[in-house]
């Protein structure tokens, strides 16, 4: 008999596997996601990823502000789930949620755990440098992604890879790998090993703090930053007073100039290290653009600076 499934999640990651499990026949019982929030220029309600899949696959959704509230705990035991699955869900699961199906309650976590616990594992292992990555199935418990876990997928992160596309191919990882998974957890064959206590290292959400781009720092270090937020938040600079997204850039090897100077056109910056070569700029609240149209519209003359 198919297992009942809770499934919880709200960002993007989480749609691929939503949509693996609907596809291969699994019973969900109910979709929970972050309630709506004003988004936009008319600031009108904005239905999360997950939420939009729910309705579009035809699974009954739910979206509670708090798993905290005892008549939200109550309604999730009526349904008697087997197991719950998580991934990028954004709220906390107390322990009286976790207890609730028998089987557990399954994360999906896109990172090579204990290496980045937390909130922006994507984000701060491309900050990092690391080469490598992937994602874990893990059976949840009290602390932050220190759950036991199930298996791991990895895969390398490309040089030139930015958040958003590595995002994309972990949640389609991270898809393939439920479904491999599943079986065997559900069967009760399946155990899950502790994760070591070496190499933990916490992936703390993304902030303002880090999306400021400092021209003292080394071009590597800036072209991982701007690789990290690409697309979304973005690392910016101010250029004539005015914010500047940059979008893609690339170490380039340029005569030494003082850091945040334009030292080559159509859009070269000098760093603490070396230089870095801006490819793709958003001004703010104009559409992305290469930096030779950037310089025709508002020019950046060489020897002017970045800030």
């Known amino acids: 008999m198919a297992p009942t499934i809770l499934f919880m999640g709200s960002a993007g ?39 939009e899949a729910a309705l579009r696959l035809g699974l009954p959704v739910e979206t509670p502000a708090t798993l905290k509230d005892p008549d939200v705990q109550a309604r999730l035991r009526a349904l008697g789930p087997d197991l719950a699955i998580v991934a990028a869900y954004g709220l906390l699961l107390p322990e009286a949620v976790l207890a609730i199906p028998p089987l557990g309650c399954l994360n999906l976590h ?9 909130a922006a594992p994507i984000q701060r292992a491309i900050m990092a440098g690391d080469t490598v990555t992937g994602v874990c199935l893990m059976r949840m418990e009290k602390g932050l992604d220190t759950g036991p876990v199930y298996a791991c997928r990895t895969t390398p992160i490309g040089p030139r890879e930015t958040a958003g596309a590595l995002h994309d191919r972990l949640a389609a990882l991270a898809a393939e790998l439920l479904l491999a998974e599943l079986p065997a957890i559900v069967a009760g064959t399946a155990v899950p090993t502790p994760q070591p206590a070496e190499g933990v290292c916490y992936a703390a959400k993304i902030g303002p703090e880090d999306q400021r ?37 690339e170490p380039v090897e340029v005569p030494a100039g003082a850091p945040g100077a334009i030292v080559g056109l159509p859009l070269v910056v000098a760093c603490g290290r070396g230089a870095l070569a801006l490819r793709r700029v958003q001004r703010a609240g104009r559409r992305p653009m290469g930096a030779e149209e950037l310089q025709r519209g508002f020019p950046l003359p060489l020897g002017s600076r970045l800030d």
Do not use: N
């Open 13 to 51: 990651f989480a749609v691929p596997a939503l949509e693996a499990l609907a596809r291969t026949g699994y019973r969900i019982a109910l979709v929970l996601s972050q309630p709506p929030r004003p988004a936009g220029r008319g600031m009108s309600e904005k239905r999360t990823p997950v939420h």
């Open 110 to 118: 896109a990172s090579l755990l204990p290496r980045w616990r937390g």
């Open 213 to 249: 781009l400092d021209f003292r720092k080394s071009a590597v270090e800036l072209d991982r930053q701007i690789r990290a937020l690409s697309p979304a938040p973005g690392a910016w600079c101010l250029a004539r007073g005015e914010r500047l997204i940059v979008l893609e850039a």
